[in-house]
């Protein structure tokens, strides 16, 4: 070995060592990477250079009846940022303000917050952000989505409900209703490039959204419009503290309209007290006082325990029940039962409660559906209030057949009526006509159902014509509609505050339907707390009755009457003339006998004993009932002297045993 090598060796073998450890580890280090953790770091790196975008799912409308759009989704715009990537803070704050107009100090807050990403502005439409689209600064974030829009305000608004800054609906149908309404979201996978921005490339894998359903009401936009600004107005015009008001199909069970004022916009949800959110026509139960009266008297007649002209004498006013003295708006005497039901006279009701007893008046309470819940599609149903017989006072039966001692809902109490209307169903309501996927299928949709029969056909007609009664003659005159037949009947309760009735609050109501021929529309309306002379049903929810009815049958050309029809002559009227029927349908009736002198009265006649009512018009007394008695008919007068009325009008089909109510002056 030379002098030189020996010299340098030792620095040789320590360079060749370092060499060969380093190759060495490199080599280990490349082994590792490649075969080792080779695929995870592929997936890593993949996932570096890719990602996985949402694609959100477009939220399902809600409609109308007639598929009028209740709600839209509009394109909206959110901006946010990093605060920790804004340099110069004020500056930026400085920008946004004067492109949103809003306070500077509002966007310096955010800015300065220690979390790593905070919104500035969220679901702006374009007209409100144009300045931020235009001249996006650097550091600011976009994010384009949609947002929900209600095209027609308050309209429904607590029927409809609303969602929140993140499209989940938080009341009414939205809340209800939110797993078909959101749809389900999918996703795309974009390639990134090196500055970070993401590229669509159609071969990398993507799976699509599924828009949300859509969902179809029985609700009818023009009929609820109608019923919220006529409850606004009354409830100005009384100084009520808020007013509710519902209208139904009495034969599906369909709601039509249904409102609650004071409301709320669900645009601005938050603008407004929190409880104008409440949907009170299912939430708020009251005591309903005299509209409540049905019940008892349904049930006696059901029951049997009184007759149709059974007299009562009403105490001129004043009867001690229970140790406790039952007073009357007025001095009644001698009173039937229509006419108890026509004068709302609570002596009456009371002693025609006393037959039925208090297990047939409870039983009949529930059967109209009162004291549970009528299971509508929302949330937030109150069941109201019926005790069981055993926790009833010895008060409990009177007070109960006078709408006192009982909670109901305004819905309640239309299904109640409806049952009346439709000859003595009790419908469930129907507020979901349908559920329709995005693809078109209809995926859910409530069919009509009826809970129970509450009553024969016939007892429900008896009720019908004295609620007519108490439109056409009694306390709820201010509801009646010329040329149409109308049933209804007038409430007005104390309200109980603090342990005992109030006599100076209360909830004027009125519940009706028509035509009272041929049920179409029953119509609720509720005043809570209206001024002293309009807290009488009959002067203060009765007149918001008519108004809605006429501008809805003035409206709507589906609402229809029966053909008036009129006999006189011997031929068959009517405001445009009738064919007579099918001879082997009909008979002719027999002369009617009038104190020894042949008379001849034309009556057409079913085989099956209906018949169409004569006009007794002009008559005596005398001589009506005996034209009527003749067709199997019963009377019931108001008055002395000559026919100037009668119910049904002439014309009108009615059957064997059915009731003429005539008036003489």
């Known amino acids: 070995m030379t002098k030189t090598y020996l010299k340098y060796r030792s620095r040789v073998i320590i360079t060749s060592g370092f060499i060969v450890f380093f190759w060495v580890g490199l080599s280990v280090r490349l082994f590792q990477i490649q075969i080792i953790d080779g695929e995870e770091l592929r997936l890593k790196g993949q996932s570096q250079s890719m990602v996985q975008k949402p694609l ?67 679901n702006l439409q374009r007209k409100h952000c144009e300045k931020l689209l235009v001249n996006k600064p650097n550091g600011l974030i976009v994010e384009r989505d949609s947002r929900r829009y209600y095209p027609h305000g308050n309209l429904a608004a607590q029927a409809i409900g609303f969602v929140d800054l993140d499209d989940k609906g938080i009341s009414g149908i939205e809340q209800k209703y939110n797993s078909y309404l959101t749809g389900v979201p999918g996703w795309v996978v974009r390639q990134m490039s090196g500055r970070g921005n993401t590229r669509y490339k159609t071969n990398l894998p993507q799976k699509p959204p599924v828009d949300g359903a859509s969902i179809q009401l029985t609700i009818d936009l023009e009929y609820q419009a109608i019923l919220q600004e006529e409850l606004t107005m009354q409830v100005e015009k009384t100084s009520a503290s808020s ?49 409540f009266k049905i019940v008892p008297i349904t049930g006696a007649l059901d029951q049997n325990t009184v007759s149709l002209w059974q007299e009562f004498n009403c105490e001129n006013g004043s009867y001690t029940f229970a140790g406790q003295t039952i007073k009357d708006w007025d001095d009644f005497g001698l009173l039937t039962v229509p006419q108890i039901m026509e004068n709302s006279s609570n002596v009456g009701v009371i002693k025609i409660a006393e037959t039925l007893g208090r297990n047939n008046l409870y039983r009949y309470s ?56 439709n000859g003595g169903f009790l419908m469930k309501p129907r507020l979901i006509k349908q559920i329709i996927s995005s693809s078109g299928k209809t995926v859910y949709a409530e069919q009509p159902e009826v809970i129970r029969k509450v009553a024969s056909k016939n007892v429900m007609d008896i009720m019908t014509d004295m609620l007519c009664r108490v439109v056409d003659t009694g306390t709820g005159t201010k509801a009646a509609i010329n040329g149409w037949s109308v049933a209804g009947k007038t409430g007005t309760a104390q309200k109980y505050i603090d342990g005992r009735y109030s006599k100076k609050k209360f909830i004027s109501n009125f519940v009706g339907f028509l035509p009272a021929d041929n049920p179409q529309l029953v119509g609720v309306i509720i005043l809570d707390e209206p001024k002293i002379g309009y807290h009488w049903g009959g002067h203060g929810a009765a007149p918001v009755f008519k108004r809605v009815m006429e501008r809805i049958i003035n409206m709507d050309d589906s609402i229809r009457l029966l053909k008036p029809q009129t006999i006189k002559n011997g031929s068959l009227l009517a405001q445009e003339r009738l064919p007579l029927p099918h001879t082997s349908d009909y008979t002719v009736a027999k002369p009617v006998v009038l104190s020894n002198v042949m008379t001849i009265i034309p009556v057409v006649q079913k085989e099956n004993g209906d018949s169409y009512l004569p006009d007794v018009r002009g008559m005596s007394l005398r001589k009506a009932r005996t034209v009527l008695r003749q067709i199997g008919l019963r009377t019931f007068f108001k008055g002395s002297g000559k026919v100037i009325w009668q119910s049904p009008r002439p014309g009108t089909i009615v059957a064997n045993g059915s009731i003429c109510t005539i008036g003489l002056k």
Not at 56 to 66: E, K, M, S, T, W
Not at 261 to 282: A, L, M, S, T
């Open 56 to 122: 959100n799912a477009v939220r399902g409308n809600i409609y109308d009846r007639d598929n009028v759009a209740f709600t839209r989704n509009i394109i909206h715009y959110s901006f946010g940022v990093h605060p920790s990537q804004i340099e110069n803070k004020d500056e930026f704050a400085e920008w946004i303000s004067d492109a949103t107009g809003e306070d500077k100090s509002k966007y310096l807050k955010k800015l300065n917050s220690s979390r790593s990403f905070e919104y500035l502005e969220r």
């Open 366 to 421: 529930r059967n109209l559906g009162f004291g549970m819940a009528t299971n509508i599609s929302l949330a937030g149903e109150h069941p109201g209030t019926l005790r069981q017989v055993t926790e009833w006072s010895h008060i409990s039966l009177a007070q109960i057949s006078l709408g006192h001692e009982v909670g109901v809902t305004a819905l309640q109490l239309g299904m109640a009526y409806a049952a009346i209307a």
């Open 243 to 291: 007013a509710m008001g519902l209208i139904l199909n009495p034969q599906t069970g369909d709601i039509l309209a249904m409102a609650t004022v004071p409301d709320f916009d669900p645009n601005y949800p938050g603008r407004g007290e929190i409880g104008w959110q409440r949907n009170k026509v299912i939430t708020d139960q009251f005591e309903p006082g005299s509209t």
